[in-house]
């Protein structure tokens, strides 16, 4: 136990540092330099809740390794696209679309550079952890059938991700509607974003973008994690998997951040948590199936 907790330890230092150094090397704009510089100024401890989406992030990924039916390349060439596009990419272009809610605080090219420190830090943690602990019972023959899960077709596949994205609409919509949108601080803080005015200024010729976005969303989501099908033959543990991918994100907002008011952080820690754990749920059973013993 206390070996696989400094095991575990130590990747997570690992992919602090990278993300780290990298945050330190990149031409960051000045008011998101600026606002990063006051986040440790007023709130000396705001680093310590990021440690919690590192450990969040590294326990997934360990998760997946321990139930992967292969390892080394062929389980990292799956493992790197899956968490990488889910955590970061999606998320973070996803928040793009919000920018105008940050005073010119930040920047689309900060958003963009934040997924480069991320996309460093996986390229070098995650191969210490699939070494660290790989499955050492994983099947000779990788490539064999899935006992439990017959395999889809390409029709089957792009059917069921058009589900996901009707899926994510509504767990979206569940959260937001219910929660997000019910207090007066998260308005105020999105009314001037292209989707705030489309949901509170009654600019209704927004709404099939509005629309479209979060569909497209909830397809790519299910579209990303399709690589651990492929690394996990039991469909409980699938799901998990994909939980756990899915959530990661919502961590982010665990930190105080002086872009943002706390009222708002924490209404997108709730919803994001909600809307990601709910989807993650009826995606990890939509894109399994139905196994060969029902």
Known sequence: MIKTCLKFLLCMAIYAIVFIAASAAM?????????????????????????????????AARFIIRRARCGGKKLFARLFPAIFLTVYFITFVGAMYSVDAFGGNMTRLDFALIMLNGLLALLITLPALIRLFRNKDAPADAAAANPERPKAGAGTVAARLGILGIAYLGAYLVFAVLVQWQFEEFRAFYYNTPWGQTVWGGNLSG???????????????????????????????????????????????????????????LLHLVAMSGTMLLYGIIAGNVLWGKSKKQ
């Open 27 to 59: 031409p960051f704009s000045q008011g998101f330099s600026e606002f990063s510089a006051l986040i440790l100024e007023e709130h000396p401890a705001a680093m310590l809740p990021q440690f919690a989406f590192i450990a969040w992030i590294c326990f």
């Open 207 to 265: 709404l099939p973008v509005f629309i479209s976005f979060q569909l497209i969303r909830g397809i790519l989501n299910g579209l990303f994690i399709l690589p651990l099908l492929s690394l996990i033959d039991k469909k409980k543990p699938f799901i998990v998997a994909a939980c756990l991918v899915y959530v990661a994100p919502a961590l982010n907002h665990l930190a105080p951040n002086p872009m943002m008011p706390d009222a708002v952080r």
